[in-house]
């Protein structure tokens, strides 16, 4: 018999309606295997006391009838989303002990409809990191191991503690947010699937924030209608957040069994990167075969600025955290260091509080702001960024619907294996995600097959401004022609 | 373009961040790849490109000039290090 923890969150949904099990049956079932699974680290906070409080409510819902769209269905948080009386750190030190007294948007939304909370996931500090090894907090071990190794292999980042819980069924799904490709990268590296949504379709209040233009929430589960459930409780209007955009939310769920009959899928030739394993590339093709094969017609496209998305959102995206984290000072919240002064606080503070990739960044941003500079990096990036949107709007405005990219240049790597004194080589993660954040369209990571070492490879695809729902129809297209990913077995319980 | 040491002391206490002596080479080094990695960006012809300044095509939101939220003092205050009747301290900046 399947586990409880082991059924897509359709299926437990399902189940809960059709009173096969208890909501109280189903977080029992999550709580049993997370408190098994803490050798991969993936959570940094259990509730499971809240967990079996907020299932018992569900229970009494289910009893009257009274059911709401995500009734008892047990997720795990990433610890960049605010909740009430819960601690929220960021994956940080700065930030440890941090007590929100109030709840994000996203978490809020889904509580409203009736998920139940069992825990905060880990990830890289402040979401920046490829691997999830800047965590303060310690480095998550993915479920998955090379064949024949039992090397510990990053789930990816920032987003690893999400995707490895989800990966390793320790949660139904998971909320993750994506600011250069979190939430696909991890996706991709541990066969899960995940979608970061246009800019806007998710607030971002009560987020942690890193880069504002570019931050965007989105969930992570095991299978594409999964994610459409998921994103359709996460995303809304929020007056609070004014670049949320007012627009109803489709039934993201409907759209996944429309099929891609009809639909143009481009095949951007500047993907094709120097260097790319073979396996990416034939995964690639075969990706592309088999959209042919269920109906869409494939089309080869440019998209001529690519190669300056990746330097010139290393460009933005500090620039904007380096605004971002000044409110890390020592005084409203978080770590004190003293010092001589007021300065010397603020310096021991942010000092003794802010890991090294951290740091960098805050760095990188400050310089690329100041006086004399900000013409030549910060103002040239974001022209760039102009550039790069405008290659999108001219394939879309000629017919292509979505566009077919491999998710990562590689599959996961081991722990350690990037820790090279070049913070650059573990930037390079990012080159095909990176984009779509630049242009603040929807891109989604869906399994594809495994390499030949035995660990997931993933396939992304790039839609038009808010119309995710075409995401979710092609990648269930992939989904049903790849086979759902068969995930590793316990190994660590 | 390349930071020097000098510059790297600099950055740094432009960003409040105490860096040890020991620790500004390595942080030299670590700037100057990602410098060196965006200096591609120099190549690309950005002449009458608009900088972007709004993600999706919106005008902002805005709403009415009201209160809408308010009395939190205790809630505001609570995750600070050290506080007094509601006030932050801090050390003291005036002599």
């Known amino acids: ?493 | 373009m390349s930071v020097d040491a000098q510059t790297v002391r600099r950055i740094a206490h432009l960003a409040r961040i105490a860096v040890s002596e020991a620790d500004v080479a390595p942080l030299q080094g670590e700037l100057n790849a990602i410098l060196a990695f965006v200096e591609q960006l120099g190549a690309v012809d950005v002449a009458n490109v608009e900088p972007m300044t709004s993600v999706t095509p919106m005008a902002m939101k805005k709403r009415a000039d009201v209160i809408t939220d308010g009395d939190r003092a205790q809630e505001v205050v609570a995750n600070a290090p050290e506080t007094e009747d509601h006030y932050f301290i801090v050390p003291k900046v005036v002599e």
């Open chain 1, 1 to 493: 018999m399947t586990e409880l923890n082991e059924l897509t969150l359709a299926e437990a949904r399902d189940g809960l309606r059709a009173k096969d099990f208890s909501a109280r049956e189903l977080a029992q079932a999550h709580i049993a295997a997370l408190e098994k699974a803490r050798a991969l680290n993936a959570y940094l906070l259990e509730t499971p006391d809240r967990a079996l409080a907020m299932a018992e409510v569900s229970d009494a819902k289910i009893a009257k009838g009274e059911g709401r769209p995500l009734e008892g269905l047990p997720l795990g948080i990433k610890d960049l989303f605010c909740t009430h009386g819960v601690v929220t750190t960021a994956g940080s030190k700065i930030l440890e002990g941090f007590e929100p007294h109030y709840e994000s948007a996203v978490t809020h939304n889904l509580w409203r409809d009736g998920a139940v909370m069992l825990g905060k996931l880990n990830l890289d500090e402040f979401a920046m990191g490829s691997s999830n090894e800047t965590s303060a907090y310690g480095n998550v071990i993915s479920p998955w191991r090379r064949n024949g190794s039992d090397a510990p292999i990053v789930p990816g980042g920032s987003s690893g503690g999400s995707a490895a819980a989800v990966a390793a069924h320790l949660c139904l799904g998971a909320t993750a947010t994506d600011t250069g490709g979190s939430i696909r990268q991890p996706a991709a590296f541990t066969g899960t699937v995940g979608i970061k949504p246009t800019y806007g379709r998710c607030s971002r209040w009560g987020t942690v924030a890193f880069a504002s233009s570019l931050d965007q929430a989105g969930p992570i589960a095991r299978t594409v209608r999964d994610c459409a459930i998921l994103l359709g409780s996460m995303a809304g209007p929020d007056a609070r957040d004014t670049t949320c955009v007012d627009l109803p939310v489709p039934d993201f769920e409907a759209a996944v069994s429309r099929g891609v009959k009809g639909l143009t899928i481009g095949i951007p030739k500047e993907y094709r990167v120097d260097g790319m394993p073979a396996e990416i590339q034939r995964l690639w093709d075969q990706g592309a075969e088999w959209l042919r094969a269920a109906g869409a017609e494939i089309r080869e496209i440019s998209l001529p600025n690519t190669r300056y998305a990746l330097p010139a959102y290393y460009i933005v995206a500090p620039a904007e955290a380096s605004s971002n984290l000044a409110r890390y000072d020592g005084v409203r919240y978080g770590l004190r260091v003293p010092g001589k002064d007021i300065v010397g606080m603020y310096e021991n503070t942010r000092a003794a509080g802010f890991g090294r990739e951290v740091k960098r960044r805050i760095m990188i941003g400050t310089y690329v702001l100041s006086a004399g500079y900000y013409d030549a990096y910060y103002v040239r990036a974001q022209k760039i960024r102009t550039l790069i949107k405008r290659d999108f709007e001219a394939v879309y405005a000629a017919g292509v619907d979505a566009i077919l990219t491999p998710a990562t240049p590689s599959s996961a790597f081991a722990i350690g294996e990037k820790a090279s004194a070049d913070p650059v080589e573990m930037y390079l993660n990012d080159v095909f995600t990176v984009t779509v954040n630049m242009a603040g369209l929807p891109g989604i990571a869906v399994p594809a097959g495994l390499d030949a070492q035995g660990l997931p490879l993933g396939l992304q695809l790039i839609g038009r401004p808010f119309d995710e729902e075409t995401l979710f129809a092609t990648a269930q297209a992939i989904e049903d022609a790849a086979g759902r990913m068969s995930l590793p077995r316990a190994w660590w319980a």
